[in-house]
């Protein structure tokens, strides 16, 4: 991809991101080539509209890590009883109903082919006096 097209995905982007407030003639404004692309912020849409324009932060990539080191994260609560043995044993509950459901089709196949094979006329043959 050659640098024009490069410089167009990042304007497009940062316009898409932060609004009609993105304008590159602006003279405060520095070369699309040492721009940074905007983040949106969690709360809010993907993308800007007129909606939420006023409530949605936005800030460049650099800002957002700055303030992500700045900032010390609560850690999350342990997880208690249930919801501990649902994530120490994720697999299990995954994988026993798939091979329930699995024997369940090879048994009950099994019997309905056994059943055809001792049946002395096929599905769809015609019985006399119907």
Not at 49 to 60: A, E, F, G, I
Request: hydrophobic share 40%; glycine share 6%.
């Amino acid at each position: 991809m050659d640098l024009g097209h490069t410089y167009a995905a990042k304007w497009l982007w940062n316009r898409l991101i932060t609004g009609p407030r993105y304008n590159l003639s602006s003279r405060h404004q520095i070369s699309i080539a040492e721009e940074s692309y905007f983040c949106p912020s969690l709360g809010c849409p993907f993308f800007r509209t007129l909606s939420n324009m006023r409530k949605c932060v936005v800030r460049t990539r650099a800002e957002f890590e700055k303030r992500l080191k700045s900032e010390q994260f609560e850690q999350k609560e342990e997880l208690k009883g249930r919801r501990k043995q649902i994530k120490e044993n994720l697999i299990l509950f995954i994988l026993i109903p798939i091979i329930l459901s699995f024997l369940s089709v090879i048994s009950f196949g099994t019997i309905f082919f056994l059943q055809g094979l001792k049946s002395t006329k096929g599905r769809f043959e015609i019985m006399p006096g119907v």
